[in-house]
């Protein structure tokens, strides 16, 4: 994992590229790490670490699963605040 100003730059990217959605009041479920990429920075989710995998339906598919650091869900959230209007639920 990056820096905080790194994973933010590249999560703003994903969200207006549309790779990302903002975040909304999405299924939320954690778990240990299973060295899935994290949909957030791309990095190996360790199984030392704990991965939220968040359920979200949007332009991804009608449901998606998206593994993340809880470090990088967190970010997510912050950024997806800027996206009030195109934020899902
Ligand atoms: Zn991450």
């Given at each position: 994992m990056?820096?905080?100003?790194?994973i933010?730059?590249?999560?703003?990217?994903?969200?207006?590229?549309?790779?990302?959605?903002?975040?909304?009041?999405?299924?939320?479920?954690?778990?240990?790490g299973?060295?899935?990429?994290c949909?957030c920075c791309?990095f190996?989710i360790e199984?030392?670490q704990l991965e939220y995998?968040?359920?979200?339906?949007?332009?991804?598919?009608?449901?998606?699963?998206?593994a993340m650091h809880v470090y990088c869900y967190h970010v997510?959230?912050?950024?997806?605040?800027?996206?009030?209007?195109?934020?899902?639920?």
């Amino acid at each position: 994992m990056g820096n905080t100003g790194e994973i933010r730059r590249l999560i703003e990217a994903r969200i207006l590229s549309g790779q990302l959605p903002p975040a909304g009041t999405n299924e939320t479920f954690g778990r240990r790490g299973g060295g899935s990429a994290c949909a957030c920075c791309d990095f190996p989710i360790e199984r030392s670490q704990l991965e939220y995998d968040v359920e979200v339906i949007s332009e991804l598919g009608p449901q998606a699963t998206l593994a993340m650091h809880v470090y990088c869900y967190h970010v997510w959230h912050q950024v997806s605040l800027l996206w009030p209007a195109k934020a899902i639920s």
